[in-house]
């Protein structure tokens, strides 16, 4: 009776966190997403009163059929880049994101077929990238967690509560700056759209 009042509880604190979380993220994305849904507005009425040659169902159309091939990665802008979004590269940087569950949204598959393939590639490659991120946490613990305590505890005398908390505060500093920070500024260098905010972003959802 006791552990079904805990799950209750947890899982009523669960809902409370995520209520919380989406009212901040309204509250915070709401008025942006008006101010921008207002300019847009202004900017095609703008458009169409120095275009009288242009009718306003016909643009809709238009406008329609872009947004929706832009959700695909595919662009009519002037300068926007001809290459194909499904090449090797691209393909296999969606494969990894498919199978580990990560999935950014903005690289979906665009047939029946290709996205039928999809359920069947990530119904046996999620279970299998488990298999094989467990098998490598094991080995990681043992070489950086388990060694290095056992060797400052046994052969330094050191206290194991006092190593294993200074284990972990280094620990976390190194993967702040290896797998977010570093990263971080690497994209930040070699996207010049992107602000470190952004890559910093990218990098933390990522991992």
Not at 136 to 143: C, D, K, S
Request: hydrophobic share 50%.
């Amino acid at each position: 009776m006791q552990s079904w009042l805990v799950l209750t509880l947890l899982i009523g604190g669960y809902l409370i966190y995520l209520l919380l979380g989406a009212w901040v993220v309204s509250s915070i994305e709401a008025p942006y997403e008006g101010k921008l849904r207002k300019e847009l507005k202004q900017l095609k009425q703008m458009f169409l009163n120095e275009s009288p040659c242009v009718n306003e169902s016909g643009l809709e159309a238009f406008l329609e059929r872009v947004i929706s091939a832009n959700k695909y990665g595919v662009s009519v802008l002037y300068n926007a880049s001809s290459d194909s979004k499904w090449d090797l590269a691209s393909s296999l940087f969606f494969a990894s994101t498919l199978v580990t569950t990560v999935g950014y949204g903005y690289t979906t598959p665009l047939t029946d077929s290709g996205k039928a393939f999809c359920i069947f590639y990530a119904l046996v490659g999620v279970p299998f990238t488990m298999l094989v991120l467990s098998a490598a946490v094991q080995r990681l613990m043992a070489t950086f967690t388990y060694s290095p305590i056992r060797f400052f505890q046994l052969y330094k005398g050191f206290d194991r509560k006092k190593v294993t908390v200074v284990h972990l505060i280094v620990l976390s500093v190194l993967v702040l700056i290896l797998f977010l920070i570093v990263p971080a500024a690497i994209f930040n260098a070699i996207e010049s759209s992107w602000s470190f905010l952004d890559a910093f972003y990218f990098c933390f959802i990522s991992l």
